[in-house]
């Protein structure tokens, strides 16, 4: 199955003006710092791996680049878009944001979820039908991310890993610009997290002018077609930029403060705790 339209996220912007534009920003919450002078800059076709332990800030730095708050200080831009200066409920419409907590309450089929990306809501409102290109798109999309077979499956009864690629594929309905992924493959089985990896590198592919941000505390959960990175540690960037230059042995051990080896094999990362020099016999 092909794209049924192509649109702005189809064809990457010859201008490659920036999708997100951060600089020195400072998010400050009970007068504590949760981002410290964070800037960042993404460009349409960058596929942006956001990493850092336990309450380093990503999830922070997400709601500002998915325009749910503003910075205390510094600038945001999003698709050109100053947070603070813009309707934040419009530009949200034009931001795919795949929410782990995704608030479904009703026991809706996979396809009606996919359907609601159209309407910006949680659930169908009241007497909306989609139209013929909205049912071909979510189609399209269910296609793409491998979930035909569960279009007419209920909420409930899906798998934790067919409902995040169910979530995608609603995230993409209104053709977004920008994605923004947190942690899409925590608590997927290794069939299912490898799955969802491949259904993002194919999306890429298919959509050359999308940018996405990928939230992962794991560096075997980040797809092949990753083009930069930027660590954080304690609301600070600790290195950002094309990802082979910031996934290396020393950055990220500096940032995960523990030794830390990084192996790159066929394009895919794993980490493990390096080794340290064995001590002398008996010891
Ligand atoms: N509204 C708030 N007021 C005060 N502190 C907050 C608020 N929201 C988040 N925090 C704190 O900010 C820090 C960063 O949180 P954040 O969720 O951005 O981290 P994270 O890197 O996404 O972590 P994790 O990997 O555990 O999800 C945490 O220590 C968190 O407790």
């Known amino acids: 199955m092909t794209a049924p339209d192509t649109t702005a996220a189809d064809t ?57 708050q503003h910075p205390t200080r510094g600038s945001v831009e999003v698709l050109g878009r100053l947070l603070g200066r813009t309707d934040m409920r419009e530009l949200r419409r034009h931001i795919g944001h795949v929410n782990p907590r995704h608030d479904l309450r009703s026991a809706l089929p996979g396809r009606a979820i996919v359907l609601t990306g159209a309407t910006g809501s949680i659930e169908i409102p009241p007497r909306w039908e989609p139209s013929a290109a909205e049912s071909e798109r979510a189609e399209y999309l ?35 610009r920008l994605l923004l992924l947190d942690e899409p493959a925590t608590g997927l089985d290794v069939a299912a997290r490898e799955q969802l990896l491949a259904s993002i590198d194919q999306l890429r592919r298919e959509h050359p002018g999308l940018a996405t941000v990928l939230v992962t505390h794991h560096l075997e959960e980040l797809p092949e077609s990753t083009t930069h990175a930027m660590l954080l540690r304690s609301a600070q960037v600790v290195a950002s930029g094309a990802v082979g230059d910031v996934l290396t042995t020393k950055l990220v051990s500096t940032c995960f403060d523990h030794p830390i080896e990084i192996e790159r094999r066929d394009g895919r990362w794993s980490a493990r705790a390096a080794r340290t020099a064995p001590g002398p016999a008996g010891l």
């Not at 899906?158 to 995040?164: K, N, T, V």
């Open 12 to 68: 990457a912007e010859p201008s490659g003006r920036p999708v997100v534009a951060a600089d020195g920003v400072d998010l400050v919450r009970n007068r504590r710092a949760l981002l410290d002078q964070v800037s960042m800059v993404v460009r349409p076709g960058e596929h942006w791996a956001l990493i850092g332990p336990n309450g380093a800030g990503k999830s922070t730095l997400v709601s500002l680049l998915s325009a749910q």
């Open 142 to 176: 269910m296609d793409l991310l491998g979930v035909t077979a569960q279009r007419d499956a209920l909420w409930p009864t899906l798998s934790q890993g067919e409902r995040g690629r169910i979530l995608i594929a609603r995230a993409l309905m209104p053709t977004p």
